[in-house]
């Protein structure tokens, strides 16, 4: 795409450039190189001056980036990836503690935990946020802000189809709270684990959904015991009050709920995606996916160029590169992620056909801001009602 | 050595090492630690102080968790220190057979992640209360109650068949250095059997004894693992599992202030032990030791085999096969699919493990292993080197005394700080050049670095214990005949305390393999590390391939114990006549 074809956009992009400059250059003494338009930037020059610079470094929140590693540099010889591979958590405090120390050795991070992210990096401007012209158009507002995401994962309540082979054993969250599934709904301890305290930071923010399907389930409307703020925070109240049974991590969840030969089976929360290992692993695990109000969330996975990138244009283009090219399966850079269960932000990069669509799925997307702004409370609430 | 004249002479080159050791421990541990304190100080801590300690959340964030973790810590340090002992005693002392493989053994449990033992308990008495499949004892009709199932029984009973081996180790290289001589004169003066025991040997391994203690309680409250799998079921919570999920949530700052609380209840534990022993000598190396004395142990020789050999099979031998099965199962910790080399040495195969190939084909295996051998080489020595010097001080520094409590106190509490803050505290530190020197940051020494300042506890304590049994009056003799200190450190204080000191440092070099959350921040691509492939194996959930790994690391370190063994065993032992 030309750049002369949108002189406005390049020119607003420009001013925008100027003001991020004008304020780097006002907390720090440091001459400033130039400041580049990327945005107003030709794809060729791109890869070209990526080329220049030769190497990108990537802080990843999971090892499939090592499959990155490989076909990105197939795709463009002469760029060396350096991939490290940490969880969300580490990769944070990591990047930064580099900020403060000024050290900087990742260009791109490709991290979770998008709250945390929005509190820790985004506030100080260890991450700045680069949005590729060629994609846009096909990637929805939500998913631009506050940094670009390339897909989306899932914590939601997954059922034994082995076991209840008519469907979920349950068609309502509130459900979960009756004496019959009392010791038999199992999560994450969502104080051990910043995505389940995601999914109870969203059934607290969707309070409203929640009050509708108590009065669903029970006919009548909710009553919330002392201290407790909203119908999203009653639910989990009452479901650790059912003796709700708290794991460490989700593969525990996962073989717990869906190992076959159980006559009965628990259900809980976990990733919808785990699933394409029910052959693998002699599981039975399905999704309840018309539980009301929602059978849980859907959050992004972020990609974001940190502040003193070294190689800014190589990151960008390696940022580029992981949205995916046109094709309907976005092609070598986004096949590490396309798998069942998980779900492209891109509007033209169709989802695979083994698991629900994310409209069926009907699970909550999180909002990042939102989520941030709320969670710490939440789980501070979650540890008066252990 | 009050009267001595030569007292100054004595004195002066240790103030000048006790002013080197706190230089090396202030920049180590110290700021570390400093940095920690400061970030719950700062403004954006938000009162962190007060959520922690006066607030609605302080009973389930701090109080309880504090009760269960001293339980834990209390609880495995002394039945580590009581099996350890008791193994030592076997191993070196009694007269049953089989003694060299029992000893082998004995060291295994710490060389295997703690998870491994974890999952072996759990292959036994999970009962049905998290579903899935169950445990031996479930699936053939017995009920398992849930305290035996998870929580605190499970927990300390794990942790200490995970962490004995340190009481092993130490006290082990204590007996050793009991002379016979000592045993039979006074058996020579009609002492009994038990006299000699209570009153010539336990006083002689006691240091040894309140350093396995004190290393076990150490580990035994900051081990995360352990309790989170088998304490979260039943809604058991630890400091240590509040302080990493604090972190992990998000809110690194609290989980700061909870791992201040675990270092001053350690501070405490360390007092308390310290002065349990103090003004008392157990100075029993008095020259040059004469082979190890052997009790008739008689009827009981059967009976205390027994024992030791069920002792290390539930701990090491079990594990180990838990461990080594696991990594041939078609299926994750079940049966049902059969077994398999394939996470060894499959080629890449889309129907198993979303086509990930067998660990050997792994090209960075090799690599890996190569520079965590290095790695976990220069770290052991070089912990070794900072905590016999430090033990050394402490034991003959006389006054001012609080700067032999600093040094104390500053060699245990690393492991009470989160491998992530003890990470971040180095980029901190090391992150920028300082004046000429260039930034560490990115390359391997700063992993040696961090890999001493995180196990120091293993070196000192060791060396401590060591230097506990050493006479004094060697050194004086030695000062008349006109030996320099440096002159006497090196050819009578180390080689009487090197078995001590081998014994640390292969507890340090075994940590350091097997341990990824001391330098989780600060490896790079560059320094691929064994323990990082566990980690990219097991957050995908390739189990069999991330266990396999765990094995392989094991292997090494249960190699690196055997081989300091012989290197002890050969060495002379005593000072050269």
């Given at each position: 795409m030309p750049v002369s074809a949108h002189p406005r956009a390049s020119a607003a992009c420009s001013v925008l450039a100027l003001t991020f400059a004008l304020a780097a250059c006002s907390t720090s003494t440091e001459p400033e190189a130039p400041q580049i338009d990327w945005a107003s930037m030709s794809q060729d020059e791109l890869v070209t001056m990526a080329r220049a610079e030769g190497s990108v470094s990537v802080y990843a929140f999971t090892s499939r980036i090592a499959s990155i590693e490989e076909s990105f540099e197939a795709a463009y010889p002469g760029i060396d990836v350096m991939a490290t591979d940490i969880s969300s958590t580490e990769l944070i405090t990591r990047l930064a503690s580099e900020h403060r120390a000024g050290s900087a050795t990742a260009d791109v991070a490709y991290v979770s935990d998008a709250p945390v992210v929005v509190t820790e990096l985004l506030a100080d401007g260890v991450l700045e946020s680069y949005v590729p012209k060629r994609v846009s158009e096909s990637l929805p507002e939500e998913f631009q802000q506050p940094l670009v995401a390339n897909r989306l994962s899932t914590k939601v309540l997954m059922y034994n189809e082995e076991a209840n082979p008519d469907g979920p054993p349950v068609d309502n969250l509130w459900a979960l709270t009756d004496p019959e599934w009392s010791g038999r709904v199992m999560m994450v301890d969502p104080n051990v684990r910043g995505d389940y305290l995601d999914l109870v930071t969203e059934m607290s923010l969707r309070a409203d959904d929640m009050a509708q399907a108590y009065q669903d389930h029970f006919g009548r409307e909710v009553e919330l015991d002392d201290g407790v703020e909203d119908a999203g925070l009653q639910f989990i109240t009452d479901l650790y009050d059912n003796d709700a049974i708290l794991v460490d991590d989700t593969d525990t969840v996962n073989s717990s709920v869906g190992a076959r030969g159980q006559a009965n089976p628990p259900v809980g929360f976990t990733t919808y995606s785990d699933r394409r290992d029910n052959e693998d692993e002699g599981w039975a695990l399905q999704v309840a996916a018309d539980v009301a109000p929602s059978p849980g969330i859907v959050f992004p996975a972020m990609l974001g160029i940190t502040a003193e990138a070294k190689n800014p244009a190589a990151a960008r283009l390696l940022v580029d590169y992981m949205m995916g090219d046109n094709s309907e399966t976005g092609g070598p850079g986004f096949e590490p992620f396309y798998v069942a269960g998980d779900y492209p932000t891109r509007d033209d990069v169709v989802a695979p056909t083994d698991a629900l669509s994310l409209g069926d799925l009907g699970a909550w997307r999180i909002d990042p801001e939102a989520s941030a702004e709320r969670r710490a409370q939440v789980a501070d609430y979650l540890l008066t009602i252990q | 050595m009050k009267a001595l004249p030569r007292t100054k002479t004595v004195r002066r080159p240790i103030h000048a090492l006790a002013a080197a050791v706190i230089v090396v421990l202030v920049i180590l541990v110290a700021a570390p630690l400093a940095g920690l304190v400061t970030r719950t100080l700062d403004a954006d801590a938000d009162g962190v102080w007060s959520q922690v300690f006066a607030s609605p959340l302080s009973e389930n964030l701090l109080w309880r968790p504090l009760g269960n973790s001293l339980l834990v810590g209390l609880g495995v340090g002394a039945l580590a220190t009581v099996f350890g002992a008791f193994l030592a005693w076997v191993v070196v002392m009694s007269d049953i057979p089989g003694k060299r493989v029992i000893g082998v053994l004995a060291t295994v449990p710490f060389a295997l992640p703690s998870f491994a033992i974890a999952l072996a308990w759990e292959s036994v008495f999970r009962n049905e209360r998290i579903g899935g499949t169950p445990g031996l004892l479930s699936s053939v009709g017995i009920s398992v109650p849930d305290d035996l199932s998870w929580g605190l029984v499970p927990t300390v009973l794990v942790l200490t068949a995970h962490y004995y081996s340190l009481s092993f180790v130490i006290v082990s290289a204590a007996l050793l250095g009991i002379g016979g001589d000592l045993v039979a004169a006074a058996e020579l003066t009609g002492a009994s059997r038990l006299r000699v025991a209570t009153r010539i040997v336990l006083p002689a391994v006691s240091p040894a004894i309140l350093s396995g203690f004190l290393l076990a309680f150490a580990e035994g409250v900051s081990n995360f693992a352990v309790p989170a799998l088998l304490g979260l079921p039943v809604r058991f919570q630890t400091l240590s599992t509040r302080l990493y999920g604090a972190i992990s949530t998000g809110d690194a700052v609290r989980g700061y202030a909870l791992s201040i609380v675990l270092v001053v209840v350690a501070g405490m534990v360390l007092w308390a032990g310290n002065r349990a022993t103090k003004r008392r000598s157990y100075a029993t190396i008095t020259g040059k030791a004469s082979g190890i004395r052997t009790v008739r142990t008689g009827a009981w020789r059967w009976p205390l085999f027994a024992m030791a050999a069920l002792l290390v099979t539930l701990t090491a031998i079990v594990p180990g096969l838990v461990l080594a099965v696991s990594t041939l199962l078609r299926r994750t910790n079940s049966f049902d699919g059969g077994f398999t080399l394939h996470y060894w040495l499959?080629?890449?195969?889309?129907?198993?493990?979303?086509?990930m190939r067998g660990v050997l084909r792994d090209p960075i295996a090799l690599d890996a292993t190569k520079s965590t051998i290095l790695l976990g080489l220069l770290v052991a020595v070089g912990a070794a080197l900072i905590g016999l010097l430090g033990a050394y001080v402490v034991r003959h520094l006389i006054r001012p005394r609080i700067l032999g409590s600093t040094i104390g106190f500053l060699s245990y509490v690393p492991f009470l700080i989160p491998g992530v803050a003890f990470g971040a505290a180095f980029i901190a530190l090391f992150g920028a050049p300082i004046g000429p020197l260039p930034s560490l940051y990115g390359t391997f020494a700063i992993l040696v670095v961090a890999g001493v300042a995180a196990s120091l506890p293993f070196a000192f304590q060791t060396s401590k214990a060591a230097l506990g049994q050493v006479s004094n009056e060697l050194e004086e003799a030695a000062v008349l005949t006109g030996a320099g200190g440096p002159r006497r450190f090196a050819r009578i204080t180390t080689p009487l305390v090197s078995r001590g000191v081998v014994g640390g440092s292969v507890l340090v070099f075994v940590t350091m393999v097997r341990d990824l959350s001391l330098v989780v921040l600060l490896v790079t691509p560059a320094t691929p590390l064994l323990a990082t492939m566990t980690y990219r194996y097991a957050s995908e959930g390739f189990t069999q391939h991330a266990n396999a790994i765990t094995l392989v690391i094991a292997v090494i370190s249960v190699a690196a114990t055997i081989l300091a063994r012989r290197l002890t065993r050969a060495q002379p032992t005593g000072i050269p006549s």
């Open positions: - | 499959g080629e890449s195969d889309s129907a198993i493990a979303q086509g």
